[in-house]
């Protein structure tokens, strides 16, 4: 029965750390392919237009990029702004 329960431990030991190697692999492997397509595929930058038939203030528009730049670090970007009726 000893033999047993060591058996069973070290199979619960292997089957852990491969799926602890597995799921590194993974993780790093994403993060690699994030990088390179980040790296050699950039975003452009778009501008924010603002539209006059759309009648929204220029000030406003300003301090609502500024505002999702802030929250967002950065990353965040405004494309489209229409006033409610």
């Known amino acids: 029965m ?3 329960i060591e058996l069973a431990l070290l199979l619960l030991l292997v089957g852990m ?3 602890f190697l597995v ?11 994030v990088r390179f ?3 050699f ?8 237009v603002a ?8 000030k406003h528009l300003a301090v609502i990029a500024a505002a ?4 967002t670090g950065g990353s965040g970007k405004v494309l489209k ?5």
């Open 68 to 71: 999702v730049a802030t929250v």
């Open 41 to 48: 595929f950039p975003e452009g930058e778009q501008a924010i």
């Open 81 to 85: 702004v229409e006033k409610e009726s």
């Open 51 to 58: 539209s006059q038939a759309t009648g929204v203030n220029q």
């Open 17 to 19: 750390v491969t799926v």
């Open 37 to 39: 397509v980040n790296r």
């Open 2 to 4: 000893n033999e047993n």
């Open 23 to 33: 799921l590194i692999l993974v993780y790093s492997l994403g993060n690699a392919i």
